[in-house]
């Protein structure tokens, strides 16, 4: 090969390798970068003295952990003073900082708050917030707020309900499927059953008859295998779609008798029809007959069984 | 003087025997003859019948004709028996009794119901009068209805039969003109024994002992022989009509609503000499005649023709006329109601089927149902004390003879009053409607308590038409027993599960309100914190627990002013929270009012709200010893007027137009377009309404209208009733009148117009902001010192709804609360001090759209 024809080859190379090496170092550069900044910052305080009798690890971990910047705990009276301070995004940050508490304090901040009556938006969010505190304490305003007029209200009233445990929540929870509003009905089916709440299956199965396509879910979670039977029975009345919600429940579930499993992959092989076909095989695809060849043999069976274009 | 002698020659001079005297003998005899004629004819030259130059009210004619119907033998048939034509296709004419059921069947399309005369049946078919034997049904004779455009009955006496026709109206007819034909005919063989014309309505006549009784004019009753159909007599009412006639046996009476005799002592034909026989028909569902018509057809196909109707039969006690058994029957298609002698009503029944003929009879009622079931019902409780099943579907009927209805109690007691009443009012035949309105009202006059619970019932079906809801609600307006079930309604709420609707909010508060009933306030104060309360009603609910209610009810009247003062669902309708603070003030005293400005200081309650608290709050002028001015004295006390004219109906209405518009918006928002509301009520004279009709009658706008004006009051006037309507335009250019009313002189189509000036107070937000934000961020910013800081990153009223609480543009901040409140102060608190109460936020002039309703 002449000079003359490598040379230029030559040249992109070691441009190249130029190139690889100031990323590299860059890469090495960073950490120690990024800790001289923190060294700066910490420069003004006084170094720590390491205490009679400490380690240099733990004088070293002092050291890191001073040099970090430090998160002060929010007092109840602070937030209390936020909320007051006139000033929307203070307020909101206040809002939700109690939520996130959580303590009986900041319940009472909020309890406070919302008593007095508020415009719809404070409301909602102290609202959202109370029920963000997860607490027993919190209960009995919410409840009462399930009865407020506006439905958003009241959406978020059962919605922190949701997140406080205990059957006395189950029982505003299952008051709400009552509801005029179809939203605030939807969101406590799905809350019962996402709470587990078998005591309430009975009145989930009414609501899914009168219209609450959210029960289905629900009910899915939450049903034995008489409930399996009722619920059947309103295959022929409801939308394939809503009950496929609770099919999909009962066929994950592994505490349900492999039986009743099979009973309704083999029901919905009587139904039949492309949405069902696609159920089965999405089922299929998400590992649910795994654990039993008899189930998962019953699955594809019945998926391959049901011809496209027919049933429902 | 010369002296004649025979044979001279008599000369013209000498002759006495003028021309003229010639002239006069040829024409004497002829003019004699016609002299003669003349007065002939002139005392003896009226139409055998018919002939308006006959005397009417002669006594001494009427002596000798009422002679001859008190000798009236009894020409009934002594069973009962049912003559009528089965319903297509194959029509038939059939003869039957209770104890043989069909005797015979004859096919025949009868155009009029059959009648039994005699041993004959008589029908009119294709242009033809046929008899059929009565008892085997075997043709007897036919003969051509000539000249006869509508058969309207006959009557027979001995082995005349005689039957009235209208006649077809010639061209030369006068306008109105109803020309009629009596013609009387031999039984035996239909030949024509004599008929007399007239170009006069003639009614179905009726016979007694030689006579015809033939209804005339519809003012007169003519009575002639049936031999030879000369008029022998004629009576005239002066102040009523005479719409039919009937013969009984020593009798005859006559009428149009009310019954006249003809009996033994003679006759009266005014109305001060009427007889009542019992309820008042122009109170019933469709007005009933107490006998059919004499000038109606009546038709032998399937019709509405038979199914409302009275049925008494009648006896004479003494010179009265009394009903027999004392009963008067009413039957309207499926419902049977029976009446005392006073009006009474006794007894309702509802049957399987319409009843198309009955027949009042001793100890009861018989009927035939259009399914062919003879029943008799007993006069005592309607009780079913026979029956007879034909088996076919009947057309028209109609029941002759006597017949007597078992007193004893066959098939078990009848149900009470009550229960028949409510099985009609919760019938749901829908044809019926009417019928089931009366029955309500009925069933409402009733003392037990247990029918407040059955209006209750009735109004809260699904079943229930509006037009029946709206009667139940009057009757609950106006019942003061049974309170008790009122209360427990109040409890009723909706419930998706359940499918339960919420209780009648709008019939129960006001009933409960007329009658102050205090035990309702818990329950009413429970459905004001119920969120599935209708906010149309909300008003009048928290007004109920305001004028019931004790000082007990200031706590939950401030619980519900919190809750909502600042929120969105009132920003439109502020009534309720505006009567909640009313409340307070009045039953809280002083302590009330302090926690009623703290409501309003601490700034979170909307601007208009808060302005209207401030000026119940503030303190009321008193006036001054030295500015005091004598009372003057006491007009005298006007005569109450005839009836209310227009302006004083208007302003009634005006008087709450105001809140009646607060009605129009959630309707527009459900019928965009909605151009107009209309109002109709009944005015009584003491003021008080009911029947209250709105159009478009939609459920929640009614209930809505309702509530508004359940309690409203028109002035007093005279006596008697009257309609007022009332017309609510959506559009702002109209101003709210009963009828549009032409200014003087008039001339130009836009005159109205001009003549009415808009007016647009302090316009409220227009609806249709509270749906759209991009709209909100075109509203002015708040006015300085409205209670609310502005948020700088965002221009918006604070309490705006459609501020969302998330996203990039943070709402406005929570307002300032005054610092010191009674409670915790852990809302906002500014460090200024609390804003003063600001005046109401003036909206922009925007621009008059048309559906922007004016505010007052």
Not at chain 2, 129 to 139: C, M, N
Request: some cysteine; charged content about 20%.
């Amino acid at each position: 090969m002449s000079s003359s024809r490598s040379g230029p080859w030559l040249l992109v190379a070691w441009l190249l390798v130029a190139w690889l090496l100031v990323i590299a170092g860059l890469v090495v550069a960073a950490p120690a970068l990024v800790g001289r900044a923190h060294a700066q910052a910490a420069s003004a305080a006084p170094e720590p003295k390491a205490a009679a009798g400490a380690s240099p690890r733990a004088a070293t971990k002092t050291l890191v952990a001073k040099s970090a910047p430090a998160k002060k705990p929010v007092s109840i009276e602070s937030l209390r003073a936020a909320l007051a301070s006139g000033d929307a995004a203070t307020a909101g940050a206040a809002l939700d900082a109690l939520g996130t508490r959580g303590d009986r304090a900041a319940v009472e901040v909020l309890i406070a708050f919302l008593v007095v009556g508020q415009a719809d938006a404070w409301a909602d969010r102290a609202i959202e917030a109370l029920g963000n505190t997860r607490s027993p304490a919190a209960r009995t305003l919410l409840t009462e707020l399930t009865q407020h007029r506006r439905p958003a209200a009241r959406l978020l009233a059962y919605r922190g309900l949701g997140q406080i445990p205990g059957a006395a929540s189950d029982e505003v929870l299952a008051q709400g499927l009552r509801d005029s509003d179809a939203g605030v009905r939807g969101l406590c089916a799905t809350q019962l059953g996402e709470r587990n709440a078998r005591p309430h299956v009975e009145l989930l199965l009414r609501a899914l008859e009168r219209g609450v396509p959210e029960a289905s879910v629900a009910i899915g979670k939450l049903g034995d295998a008489d409930v399996v039977a009722r619920y059947g029975v309103l295959l022929q009345r409801l939308p394939i779609h809503v009950m496929l919600g609770g099919y999909g429940e009962f066929l994950r579930r592994r505490d349900l008798a492999e039986a009743t499993r099979l009973e309704i992959v083999a029901r919905l092989g009587e139904v039949a029809g492309v949405v069902v076909k696609r159920f089965l095989e999405q089922l299929i695809a998400d590992g649910v007959g795994k654990g039993s060849a008899t189930f998962e043999l019953a699955l594809r069976e019945t998926a391959k069984r049901i011809v496209e274009g027919g049933g429902r | 003087m010369r002296q004649r002698t025979a044979n001279v020659p008599k000369t013209p001079y000498d002759s006495e025997d003028t021309p003229l005297r010639r002239r006069l003998r040829r024409l004497g005899g002829p003019l004699l003859l016609l002299f003669s004629a003349h007065v002939a004819s002139g005392c003896a030259g009226l139409a055998p019948a018919f002939d308006p130059r006959f005397g009417d009210n002669d006594d001494a004619r009427s002596a000798r004709v009422l002679e001859r119907i008190a000798q009236g033998g009894d020409t009934a048939a002594s069973e009962l028996r049912v003559v009528a034509t089965t319903d297509a296709p194959a029509q038939e004419l059939i003869s039957a009794d209770l104890a043989q059921g069909i005797r015979f069947r004859s096919k025949v399309s009868a155009d009029s119901r059959p009648e039994l005369l005699g041993d004959l049946v008589l029908v009119s078919t294709g242009g033809e009068l046929r008899a059929f034997d009565a008892r085997d049904g075997h043709a007897r004779w036919s003969r051509p209805l000539e000249g006869c455009a509508r058969y309207l009955g006959a009557a027979r006496d001995g082995d005349v039969i005689a039957f009235a026709c209208e006649a077809p109206a010639g061209e030369k007819a006068l306008a109105g003109a109803a020309p009629s034909v009596l013609r009387a005919i031999a039984a035996g063989s239909g030949r024509l024994v004599w008929e007399r014309e007239t170009p006069d309505a003639l009614g179905r006549p009726a016979s007694s002992h030689g006579l015809l009784l033939v209804p005339w004019q519809r003012q007169g009753l003519a009575l002639l022989d049936a031999r030879d159909g000369v008029e022998l007599a004629r009576l005239r009412s002066r102040d009523d009509v005479i719409d039919w006639v009937r013969a009984e046996p020593g009798y005859a009476w006559f009428g149009h609503r009310q019954a006249y005799l003809i009996g033994p002592r003679g006759y009266s034909g005014s109305r001060k000499d009427a007889f009542a026989l019992g309820v008042a028909a122009e109170t019933l569902p469709g007005r009933p005649a107490l006998v059919e018509s004499a000038f109606s057809a009546l038709p032998g196909k399937r019709s509405a023709h038979g199914r409302v109707a009275l049925h008494v039969a009648p006896e004479l006690a003494g010179d009265r006329l009394v009903a027999r058994d004392g009963r008067v029957y009413f039957t309207f298609y499926r419902y049977v109601f029976a009446y005392d002698a006073a009006g009474a009503l006794l007894w309702s029944r509802t049957l399987a089927q319409d009843a198309i003929s009955a027949r009042a009879i001793d100890g009861g009622l018989a009927l035939v149902t259009a399914t062919g079931d003879l029943l008799l019902l007993a006069a005592g409780d309607g009780s079913e004390q026979g029956r007879r099943a034909l088996g076919v579907q009947l057309a028209a009927a109609t029941i002759y003879g006597q017949g007597r209805v078992p007193a004893a109690t066959v098939n078990g007691p009848a149900p009470s009053l009550r229960k028949g009443l409510l099985e009609v009012a919760l019938d749901i035949d829908q044809r019926l409607v009417p019928a089931r309105a009366y029955a309500v009202d009925q069933l409402a006059r009733l003392p037990e308590p247990e029918v407040t619970a059955d209006l209750l019932h009735i109004y809260g079906r699904s079943t229930t038409p509006p037009e029946l809801q709206r009667v139940v609600a009057d009757a609950l307006r106006t019942r003061r027993t049974g309170l008790e079930h009122t209360v427990d309604a109040l409890l009723q709420r909706y419930d998706f599960i359940e499918q339960t609707r919420p209780a009648p909010l709008a019939v129960l508060v006001p009933a409960l309100l007329d009658a102050r009933e205090t035990r309702a306030v818990p329950n009413l104060v429970a459905r004001m914190l119920d969120h599935e309360t209708p906010l149309a009603v909300l008003g009048s609910v928290v007004h109920a627990v305001v004028e019931l209610g004790d000082p007990r009810v200031v706590e939950p009247l401030l619980r519900f002013l919190r809750w909502y003062r600042a929120d969105s669902t009132f920003a439109e309708q502020p009534d309720a929270l505006l009567e909640a603070a009313r409340g307070v003030l009045r039953h809280g005293g002083d302590a009330g009012a302090q926690k009623l400005a703290a409501l309003v200081r601490d700034g979170i309650a909307t601007p208009a709200l808060g302005s209207e608290i401030a000026v119940l709050l503030a303190p009321k002028p008193e006036a001054t010893p030295g500015t005091a001015v004598a009372a003057a004295p006491a007009a005298p006390a006007r005569p109450l007027p005839a009836s209310l004219g227009s302006p004083e109906l208007r302003a009634a209405f005006d008087s709450r137009a105001g809140e009646l518009r607060g009605c129009l918006l959630p309707e527009l928002e459900r019928n965009p377009k909605l151009a107009q509301v209309r109002i109709a009520l009944i005015v009584e004279s003491d003021g008080s309404t009911h029947a209250l009709q709105v159009a478009p009658a939609s459920g929640e706008l009614v209930d809505c209208v309702y509530a508004k004006l359940a309690n409203l009051r028109f002035p007093r006037f005279r006596s008697g009733r009257q309609v007022a309507t009332y017309v609510l335009p959506v559009r702002a250019r109209e101003s709210a009148a009963p009828d549009a009313e032409s200014a003087p002189g008039e001339a130009v189509f836009w005159a109205f117009a001009a003549s009415h000036p808009r007016e647009l107070t302090g316009a409220s937000e227009p609806w249709w902001h509270a749906k759209q934000s991009i709209a909100a961020l075109a509203m002015p910013p708040a006015q300085p010192g409205s209670g609310a800081k502005d948020n700088p990153a965002a221009k918006q009223p604070a309490n705006n709804p459609a501020a969302a609480p998330r996203g990039p543009a943070a709402p406005a901040a929570p307002p300032a609360a005054a610092q010191g409140a009674a409670a915790p102060a852990v809302g906002p608190v500014a460090g200024a001090p609390a804003p003063p109460a600001a005046p109401a936020a003036e909206a922009p002039a925007a621009e008059d759209a048309w559906w922007v309703p004016a505010a007052k």
